[in-house]
């Protein structure tokens, strides 16, 4: 039986459209530990489209154009730890905007940073009440 979608494939995945793509690949892929699943550049080398894996989700990246302009957006990711990802983000010029906190009734603790091009990431590690 064929599916609708590609294997490891969620249904839904955010599409980054950004100035300097590379940089956010390589941001991703340090904070994340994203992995490529595949590319394909133009041909003045910048990025028409790519599709990285965090953990079981996919982003889909390009550079900006002139018909399709940057454009920031918010994006929440559940991770392992915490403390890890958010440290790693701000040691590589993400801006921060809130440290990872546990408040209370919540089961989760969360924190946010601002990447280079303007997104908003909320980073969550569940714990237990």
């Known amino acids: 039986m064929s599916s609708y979608k590609p294997k490891n494939y969620n249904s839904l995945s955010p599409y980054l459209i950004v100035d300097d793509a590379e940089k956010l690949v ?14 394909y550049d133009r041909e003045d080398g910048s990025i028409m489209h790519i599709e990285l894996q965090l953990d ?7 550079d900006s154009t002139e018909d399709y302009p940057a454009i920031t957006a918010m994006l929440h990711i559940y991770v392992p730890d915490v403390f890890k990802t958010f440290d790693l983000a701000i040691k590589n010029d993400c801006l921060l ?7 209370a009734d919540e089961s989760d603790t969360r924190g946010a940073f601002l990447d280079y091009a303007g997104n908003y990431w909320s980073v969550s590690t569940q714990i237990e009440l």
Do not use: G, Q, T
């Open 56 to 62: 079981d989700s996919v982003v889909m990246i390009s």
């Open 97 to 103: 905007l809130e440290r990872p906190v546990s408040k």
């Open 26 to 39: 390589e941001l991703l892929k340090i904070v994340f530990d994203a992995k490529e699943i595949r590319r």
